[in-house]
């Protein structure tokens, strides 16, 4: 063979190992993650409704102590959790031994302990289901049954990223005024035939205090994360300014995300595409509110970001607060794992998953139709941008391979 026709061969070849490299393993491999996808969401709805049941069986460990030790960097709980009932059966009914007003905040909170040792947050009721809250998308108080949805949205999503969260009812006058500090017993009152309290917080007044029915009152109680992963608070790229009239730059600027790229931790690791997620997420439950985040402190931008305070969600079901998903919208981006669980949720099955996954829970029902009928058309909203994105920037930009390995050992 000539030496000209052996060149031509070979570049041939070239070309072909070349095209089974890119268009065949790779898209082998991409096939492989689908599917793992696939079989990670119907591993999610098989297990998707969590029943109240005290048993712990083959092992000797508490309820806190099991669920202290499935916190890690990028998780706090595992995909599996055989436990969870028994855990949020105890934080629904374990005796409460202290009782005191809440962390910093804005909004009305009790931290309590209860047997054990187990510190949780208790966020009252203030509206009933149905109630509509007018006004500025993050307005009005906080909604405790916002914060039990937004637990399981957590789970159906896969990000595994917010504290358990669950309903429960207690009684004030038997089960928190004996227990409780002199900080917070100074806020308690009567109002007609109930007993009623507004705690220590920026916007808590004597005049606008959270009421029982009688003495007993509905609420929700989140789980509080173990001191060995202290936490650390960051300023959201995307939080809003809270000033009439004064916009944020991301508001104004369409290349914002560009600026963000090249600061820390944005910059590299996975926290980008944390904040995409949690974008996503807020959108569907309507949470205009995130100026503020948690991770875990020394993290190098490696941790997760957490979804912490999510109860000034669910408000308004007929509003679509598009600039919530600003992180998604202006770097068009987003995670192929997220994409795919997105998509596996669509036509109704993201409302059936979340009523389903909240059926169990002490308070139910949970939310009003209304907003699980909001979020399904979210979703489309969501699905529609991603859209918008790969059809300007192609889909191979827009979609990013982004998995880790998690560990609980």
Not at 122 to 139: C, H, I, L, M, T
Not at 309 to 326: H, M, Q, V, Y
Not at 339 to 347: A, E, G, H, M, P
Request: net charge negative; aromatic share 10%; glycine share 6%.
């Amino acid at each position: 063979m000539k030496l000209k026709q052996r060149a031509v061969l070979l570049v041939i070849l070239l070309v072909i190992f070349i095209f089974t490299k890119v268009f065949l393993i790779d898209n082998l491999d991409t096939s492989a993650a689908n599917r793992e996808d696939q079989r990670a969401f119907h591993r999610m709805m098989a297990s998707l409704q969590v029943e109240l049941d005290p048993r712990l069986e083959h092992t000797l460990q508490s309820p806190w102590e099991i669920a202290a030790q499935w916190v890690v960097p990028r998780e706090v709980y595992p995909e599996e959790t055989p436990e969870l009932g028994a855990i949020m059966h105890a934080m629904a009914t374990k005796k409460i031994v202290k009782a005191d007003v809440g962390y910093k905040g804005t909004q009305l909170k009790a931290l309590l302990i209860l047997e054990g040792g187990q510190k949780v947050v208790f966020k009252p009721k203030r509206y009933s289901r149905d109630y509509v809250v007018e006004g500025e998308p993050y307005a009005g108080y906080d909604r405790h049954n916002a914060e039990v949805a937004a637990f399981h949205l957590d789970r159906i999503l896969g990000f595994r990223r917010a504290p358990l969260v669950v309903g429960r009812f207690v009684n004030l006058r038997t089960e928190i005024k004996p227990v409780a500090t002199e900080q917070l017993l100074s806020t308690f009152l009567i109002l007609g035939n109930n007993t009623c309290f507004y705690g220590k917080c920026y916007y808590c007044r004597e005049t606008e205090p959270a009421c029982a029915d009688g003495d007993l009152m509905e609420g929700s109680v989140t789980l509080w994360l173990p001191d060995v992963w202290p936490l650390q608070k960051h300023r959201h790229p995307w939080g809003r300014t809270y000033r009439e009239g004064k916009l944020a730059r991301w508001e104004y600027d369409d290349s914002y995300c560009d600026a963000v790229k090249k600061t820390s931790p944005y910059d590299s690791g996975p926290r980008l595409l944390d904040i995409v997620d949690t974008a996503v997420f807020d959108y569907l439950i309507g949470n205009a509110d995130r100026h503020h985040y948690e991770s875990f402190q020394d993290d190098e931008g490696a941790s997760m970001l957490i979804l912490l305070d999510n109860a000034k969600s669910f408000g308004n079901p007929t509003l679509d607060e598009r600039s919530i998903l600003a992180p998604l919208y202006q770097c068009c981006i987003i995670r192929v794992s997220t994409w795919n669980r997105l998509n596996y949720l669509k036509n109704g099955v993201l409302k059936s998953a979340l009523k389903s996954a909240m059926a169990h829970d002490p308070i139910s029902p949970v939310l009003s139709d209304s907003h699980l009928d909001a979020m399904d058309q979210r979703l489309l909203s969501i699905l529609a941008t991603v859209k918008q994105c790969t059809d300007q920037f192609g889909t191979d930009t827009v979609l990013v391979e982004d998995r880790m390995t998690l560990s609980h050992l």
